[in-house]
């Protein structure tokens, strides 16, 4: 448990800094170990990423809490860095379910987490303010009761389900999460720097922006000169591997050629990373 608690306290750290980082994500043990090794202080798991690992869609329901959880326990034991956890909704719609979730979550090695407000429901997309508020201030008591400096991060998809207004709402929404506890926010689906920048000025705590969506080609240097302080890759890299994947095998039964293996590392430096990486 102390180095769980040093590992959120670096975490918390973070997000208290006037820099902006980048915490990629991870779906399982071979990824989590290669992009640790190459320097960022903090990784994250993507719930679409261990979906697909999974051979399942990016839905709700589509992977269990207890599958979610033996996933992001992996990605824990792997690397020696502070991981927070894609929970999604928290697997369930009472807040008492989310609050076992967050201590769960913590009880796999987790040092951080974000909770959304989809609903999984087309009719009604998000859930209603006062119950997506009580989700996350059950969230943050759940996490405070472990005596972890717990990284909470409160997601609204205002943008991504198209919601009437969306700014105004996931500004509402955004600051209600920040009073009950969320240390963090994060609002995907925007594709342009300027409301982006405005989110920033009328949200109290670190804004978290997604990266690696088509249409959206933003920068590191971009993200942080409007006071952006963490990027994350949600599943994007997870995408651009099955990408790959398919790639290749459309290559090889409409041409019958291999050039996808010009791009591959070699089997030895795998199995000599593999080997070797967090040794003592």
């Known amino acids: 448990m102390a180095d769980q608690f040093n590992k959120s306290a670096k975490f918390k750290a973070l997000h208290q800094q006037k820099t902006t980082f980048v915490m990629p994500n991870a779906w399982d043990a071979g990824s989590a170990k290669m992009l640790a090794a190459t320097g960022f202080s903090a990784i994250a798991t993507t719930s679409a990423g261990i979906a697909f690992a999974l051979g399942r869609p990016d839905s709700e329901d ?59 429901d087309g009719a009604k997309p998000l859930f209603d303010v006062a119950l997506a508020t009580e989700r996350i201030q059950a969230a943050r008591l759940a996490a405070d009761s472990t005596n972890l400096p717990f990284v909470l991060t409160a997601r609204t ?23 009950t506890g969320a240390d963090c926010i994060f609002v995907p689906g925007i594709k342009d720097l300027a409301t982006i920048a405005q989110l920033v000025k009328e949200i109290p705590k670190p804004l978290t922006v997604v990266v690696g969506l088509m249409g959206a080609p933003f920068t590191v240097q971009q993200l942080a000169d409007i006071g952006v302080r963490r990027i994350t890759l949600g599943g994007s890299l997870a995408r651009a591997t099955y990408y790959l994947i398919r790639k290749a095998a459309q290559e090889m039964m409409q041409q019958g ?17 593999f080997a070797n990486f967090g040794s003592k």
Do not use: W
């Open 62 to 120: 589509a992977v269990s809490r207890v599958e979610m959880l033996n996933a992001i326990q992996q990605i824990v034991q792997a690397v020696d860095l502070p991981v927070s956890a894609d929970l999604e909704a928290g697997f369930g719609i009472e807040p008492k379910v989310v609050a076992e979730t967050i201590r769960q979550a913590i009880h796999v090695g987790a040092v951080g987490g974000n909770i959304e407000d989809f609903t999984g």
């Open 157 to 179: 998809n205002c943008y991504l389900v198209n919601y009437p207004n969306p700014f105004a709402a996931a500004v509402e929404r955004a600051n209600r999460y920040c009073e």
């Open 257 to 273: 050629s291999f050039s996808y293996a010009e791009a591959q590392i070699p089997d030895g430096e795998l199995c000599e990373f």
